[in-house]
């Protein structure tokens, strides 16, 4: 008889999940609680070879459409003075651009939308999910790819919390043309970094949002120190309401809109700042957790349910896509599943926890700024260019802690 996989969350880590282990015989449902297609979120990723490997292992292929190269990272200073240049040859694409190619290659009748998980319950011969609707689903193994706020962590580690990271990022997307000409010149096609003391701003091309339009557009991400304190005022929408940590695009008040636009033409280069002038700009609180297992019984987390790195390290969809190939990996090696799952946490779970390091010693000496007590060591405050370029979203194979560990 077919094993049955349940997989929670039909975003990249789910679906990675899904088609490899479909690919290896076995049945498998996708629940995903957002009731329709996720193409339309997501912006600008930054790829890795290993990504590009688990792909073409599903029979997708990198074609242009994919992605745009950068040639170079170049840091300039707020009056656009260059500081620091290095070559860089990766890759950037667009969220939509995996997913789709890979929401297509499932059945469409096993990818249930606006099914919500609420709870489980495992015995020797199988699990049972149980969904916000009151229905209920039973299979071998359940596989929690319910990213940073997942309910399934919740229910093996009841209490365990993602830590906020002291700071933000601020981000949008413009599409190219909405730009004078001489910044689109001035801009080229180069990967560009601000770094105002304390913080970090990167700005880089990636395929157009829509792609029928075709074209590129111009994703930035700027990251500021923000004490809970003010994360809480500007996560308050303009009736006084605040929306926890989070708030919804539409509902950022204009004053802090008009706050971040007024800072970017005071501390950016002109022809940065302008990107932030023509974008309706939001914001996402930057966390990290680590779940302390990766499989208990018959539940395996994965992607950001698993381990959420801080963004600097450019790797959460490649750690998405490497943590379902070893997952897969060490089913089709293993004698039996309890074996295949034992061998997936220990791999991928020392993986996550050297990637959540990493990232936070990237973001530190933006942390720094809203956390101004505690003892911070030179290593953790250096920002200099040289540094920050070489650095944030490396390649894995050049971090040695990482390649080393492989799927
Ligand atoms: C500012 C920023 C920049 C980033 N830049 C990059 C980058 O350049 N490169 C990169 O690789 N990564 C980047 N990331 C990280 C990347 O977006 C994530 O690591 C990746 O999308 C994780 O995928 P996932 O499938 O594990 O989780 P998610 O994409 O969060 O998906 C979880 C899914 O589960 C669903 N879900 C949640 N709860 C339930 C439930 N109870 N029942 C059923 N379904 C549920 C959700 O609706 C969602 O579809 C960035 C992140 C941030 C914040």
């Not at 190219?176 to 970090?200: K, N």
């Amino acid at each position: 008889m077919k094993r049955r996989a349940l997989v929670i969350g039909g975003s990249l880590g789910g679906l990675f999940a899904a088609n490899l282990l479909a690919d290896l015989g076995w049945e498998v449902d996708v629940y995903e609680k957002v009731a329709d297609d996720l193409a339309a979120r997501g912006a600008g990723i930054g790829t890795h070879a290993e990504l590009i490997a688990v792909l073409a292992r599903l029979g997708i292929a990198l074609d242009e459409r994919l992605g745009i190269a950068s040639g170079e990272r170049i840091c300039v200073d707020p009056t656009g003075r260059e500081l620091y240049r290095c070559a860089w040859g990766h890759v950037m694409s667009a969220w939509a651009n995996v997913y789709r190619p890979l929401k297509d290659r499932f059945p469409r009748s096993r990818y249930h939308f606006g099914k919500g998980f609420a709870s489980l319950a495992q015995d020797a011969s199988g699990v049972s999910a149980r969904f916000e609707d009151g229905s209920e689903a039973r299979g071998d193994l359940l596989i929690g790819a319910d990213g940073l706020r997942s309910a399934v962590r919740s229910r093996l580690f009841p209490g365990l919390e993602p830590a906020y990271a002291g700071y933000v990022a601020w981000r949008s997307i413009v599409e190219e043309t909405a730009l004078p000409a001489a910044t689109r010149a001035w801009l080229g096609t180069g990967y560009w970094f601000v770094l105002p003391p304390g913080e970090m701003m990167l700005c880089y091309q990636v395929p157009a949002k829509d792609p029928a339009r075709g074209g590129r557009d111009w994703n930035y991400v700027w990251y500021r120190p923000v004490t809970e304190q003010q994360l809480a005022d500007i996560c308050t929408d303009a009736t006084g309401r605040c929306h926890g940590t989070g708030i919804p695009p539409p509902l950022i008040r204009p004053d802090v809109a008009a706050a971040i636009r007024d800072d970017a033409r005071r501390l950016l280069a002109p022809q940065i700042a302008e990107i932030v002038q023509r974008a309706q700009p939001f914001f996402q609180a930057i966390f990290d957790i680590e779940s302390p297992r990766l499989a208990v019984g018959r539940v395996a987390l994965l992607g950001d349910a698993a381990f959420v790195a801080r963004p600097h390290v450019g790797m959460g969809v490649t750690k998405g896509a490497l943590d379902a190939a070893c997952l897969a990996n060490s089913i089709a090696q293993c004698a039996d599943l309890q074996s295949a799952l034992a061998r997936y946490d220990r791999l991928r779970g020392e993986f996550g926890r050297r990637c959540v390091a990493r990232a936070r010693q990237l973001g530190s000496y933006i942390e720094a700024r809203s956390r101004p007590e505690r003892a911070w060591t030179p290593g953790e405050l250096d920002q200099r260019p040289q540094r920050v370029l070489q650095e944030v979203a490396r390649s894995l194979a050049d971090i040695p802690q990482l390649a080393e560990l492989g799927v």
